[in-house]
Nanobody
């Protein structure tokens, strides 16, 4: 069974940090790109980052560039979130897409992701 399980969310003050993790199982990890998405109340789901182990490429949305870092180890992908702002408050999801869709410095369209985790809540207070 394919599983993506997010963890690491919680409550943090503005300016603080959190590290989210996405544990993947049930598929060949290196054949997929792993993306992080978030959805705040009343807003569309936003792709914020992704990593493709096959070529080592990463992508960051402008909204998080310079503050968030995506990296992987074994079958887990992490999202290190620094300098958090109240506008970062959202449910954060990880998802897996076939790595062949990876284009350097370009996001993989949301519709190409095959598998999704359950989400983890991140709340940033003022």
């Amino acid at each position: 069974e394919v599983q993506l399980v997010e963890s690491g969310g919680g409550l943090v003050q503005a300016g603080g940090s959190l590290r989210l993790s996405c544990a993947a199982s049930g598929f060949t990890f290196d054949d997929y790109a792993i993306g992080w998405f978030r959805q705040a109340p009343g807003k569309e789901r936003e792709g914020i980052s992704r990593i493709s182990k096959s070529d080592g490429s990463t992508y960051y949305a402008d909204s998080v560039k310079g503050r968030f870092t995506i990296f992987s180890a074994k079958n887990t992908v992490y999202l290190q979130m620094n300098s958090l702002k109240p506008e970062d408050t959202a449910v954060y999801y990880c998802a897996a897409a076939p790595y062949i869709y990876t284009v350097v410095e370009v996001a993989i369209p949301e519709g190409l992701y095959d598998y999704w985790g359950q989400g983890t809540q991140v709340t940033v207070s003022s």
